[in-house]
């Protein structure tokens, strides 16, 4: 069973979610803009490169957003089959 990351349960607050995205979003930007700048630098092809690798950083920050978010709605499901308010009255 794989075991669940800390910041996916029940208990978590929406503030840590959203600070958890948006440092995954801006992390895939800041990466792929620093390895096209590293490669305009060295291989001299400004601003090409950095253009390009800030376009996948951007498309990859959207993707692993995407797949955050897919984690922490499936680690928050309610199951199947629970009612959507509980009965405390006795129905007899």
Aim: aromatic fraction near 6%; charged fraction near 15%.
């Amino acid at each position: 069973m794989r075991k669940q990351p800390a910041d996916v349960g029940p208990g978590v607050s929406g503030a840590s979610r959203a600070y958890r995205l948006s440092a995954e979003f801006v992390a895939a930007i800041i990466v792929g803009a620093g390895l096209g700048f590293g490669i305009d630098f060295l291989a001299g092809t400004k601003p090409w490169a950095m253009i390009v690798l800030l376009l996948v950083g951007f498309a990859a920050g959207v993707l692993n957003v995407v797949r955050a978010t897919a984690e922490m709605n499936a680690a928050t499901a309610v199951p199947p089959g629970t009612p959507a308010v509980s009965d405390d009255d006795d129905d007899e």
